[in-house]
Every structure is written in structure tokens, then in C-alpha cells.
């Protein structure tokens, strides 16, 4: 009897995985999402879905808000302003663009690279396109996709991170105004969902990072520090 009831419960468990794994085809069943990867509990169509209708899954909102502590690296090297993929570092006139591309599985909060004065707080862009913004991050004033470009001085010069959202993620969140002093590795707002951020430099400055390389907000340093001119 023992043996029957033990072979009914197991079928029972058997029958209830298939019927999980059938209600969520061809996404994870809840049964094995939590020890999957990111990447792969939330696959790219699955996300791109919720942005259509606005349903998301709890667990993945807690893992995109997701905001951990970070403590930046000694010294006064520039730090990774977001999380993400170094796609190019390309220089026009004198400045360097330094652009990392966020996944949707990346953490959004971006931290200041430098310490130092918030100049601006400016808002650019009319036009929601296409794409992750990679290609229009070097039209300064032009129309492009929304973006915020916050300016900060430094005692030896400027920096500006320009936080820009896609066709797919149109908010963006600034957390400092103009004429606050803000830390190294200070947190100054987030892009909800895919996005891009650019680091301008000044041309001179020594990159630590290339193309290909993954950084962390407030962590990865990315640049050696200003020097005075």
C-alpha cells in the first residue's frame, strides 16, 4: 500500500511539472528558473514581451532594481559610471566617448565617475529611434534618443556621462542637481531597462579599460585620474 501511495505522489509531481513546463513554453518553468542564470531565467523575447503589455515577473523587477553597495577603489582614478559592455572608445575633436552598453540583466543605478561639481543637468533628444543609442552618441546637441547629460568639474578639468535610453526604455531618473557637490562613486541615477552610457574624457586622458571589457558602476576604474593642465 505504502509503495502505491508513494508511486501516485510521484506521478502526481511528475504530472504537475509537465503541466508548469506547458503553461510557460518555451520560457523556464518556475520549477528550475531560480538556478538558472540571468541571462536564461528571463530570456530577451520573454522581457521584450512584458515591455508590450506591462506584466512582469516579481523576481525579475527585484532582480532589474536590484542596487547593491559598492565601494569604489582607492586613489583618484575615474571610475565606470554603469554596468555593462565597453562597445567603443572613439575620439571626435577632444574628447573621448567612452560607451558602455547595459543588458537588461545588467544593474541600472549609474555613479559618478569623478568627485567633484554638477555644472548641468541637461536633457537632449525629441525623437524616440531605434536601437541602443551606441550610434548616436556622439551628435552632441542633435536630435537622438532621450538622453541626460550630466556635467561634473573637477579640480582638474571636466567630465560629462550621458545616461540614454532606447525605443524599448524611455525613462530616465536623475538623482543630483546643478551646483551639488557629489563623491566619487556617488550614486546620480538610473535608465529603466535596456540603455546605453557614455563617459566623455578629455582626449588626453589614459584609458585602463578597452573594447570588449565588462565594468561596475562605481567600482571598475576605467580612466587614470585628471591632471591639472
Known sequence: MTMLVLQILILGLLGAAIVL???YFPY???LIRRWLPARKRWPEAQIRMWLKDGRFQRSFLRHFYSDPERMASPGNSI?????????SADMRGEIRYLVIALSFWDMHVQRSPVSGRVLKVESHGVDFMDGEGRE??????????VQKRL????????????????LAARRIETWVCEG??????QRIGRILLGSTVVLELPAATKLL?????????????????????
Open 21 to 23: 513546463w506547458a503553461l
Open 28 to 30: 523556464p518553468s518556475p
Open 79 to 87: 571610475l565606470a559610471p554603469a554596468d555593462g559592455l565597453v562597445t
Open 136 to 145: 548616436f552618441a556622439f551628435l552632441g546637441e542633435k536630435a537622438c534618443p
Open 151 to 166: 556635467v561634473v568639474a573637477t579640480n582638474a578639468g571636466q567630465v560629462a556621462v550621458r545616461l540614454i535610453t532606447s
Open 180 to 185: 551639488e557637490e557629489i563623491e566619487r562613486g
Open 209 to 229: 579599460v578597452r573594447t570588449g571589457d565588462r565594468v561596475w558602476a562605481g567600482q571598475t576604474a576605467v580612466a587614470e585620474g585628471l591632471t591639472a593642465p
